[in-house]
């Protein structure tokens, strides 16, 4: 069986969107972390946030991290936040190759402004100077990539074979 394709980035880089279609060209399972997080605490994450907290969110996202670890040939679509914690991603890596999925701040603030209210760490005034602000502050964490896409001026089908191409030629 082959490796797991992990999908990181910042938060509307589109992770959720290519890991679908992703998996359906490869006829692969697709799993969506932040789906999976949601199923087993029984609440959606803004509630999550709401109720009990970032450090509650960030401990069900590590167990979350170590369950996914132990599969095999799926496409995972994580959190923007994955990457916080060293151990999430040394358990995604064991089985896995993280492609990190990246986007011009403007882009990245038009899309997440379409699905307002959907993000606890956003504040609600956003400023496409704060989305460059928070890039900036992640970029260091998001480096640990195998592979990076700008998501930014491509089409889905082209950051979808992008990343097929990628991987094909890494399996050779
Ligand atoms: C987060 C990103 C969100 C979600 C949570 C925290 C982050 O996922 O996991 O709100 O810290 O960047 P998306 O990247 O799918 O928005």
């Known amino acids: 069986m082959g490796k797991n394709i992990v999908l990181i980035g910042f938060m509307g880089t589109g992770k959720s969107t290519v890991g679908l279609k992703l998996a359906e060209k490869l006829r692969r399972e697709f799993i969506d972390m932040d789906k999976e997080i949601e199923k087993v605490t029984g609440m959606a994450i803004n509630d999550l946030f709401r109720k009990h907290g970032e450090i509650r969110f ?18 995972i679509a994580t959190g923007g936040g994955i990457v916080l914690q060293g151990e999430n991603i040394a358990a995604l890596r064991e089985n896995g190759i993280l492609i990190c999925l990246d986007a011009e701040p403007e882009d990245i603030y038009e899309r997440v402004n379409r699905k307002k209210g959907t993000r606890p760490l956003l504040k609600k005034n956003l400023q496409v100077a704060d989305v460059a602000e928070m890039l900036k502050n992640r970029e260091p964490y998001y480096a640990c990539a195998d592979y990076r896409v700008n998501t ?13 191409k990628y991987i094909r030629n890494k399996q050779r």
């Not at 960030?58 to 496409?75: D, G, I, T």
């Not at 930014?152 to 097929?164: C, F, P, T, Y």
């Open 58 to 75: 960030r401990s069900e996202e590590k167990l979350m991290a170590k369950k996914l670890s132990a599969q095999e040939n799926v496409v």
């Open 152 to 164: 930014s001026n491509k089409s889905l089908d082209e950051v979808v074979n992008n990343i097929i």
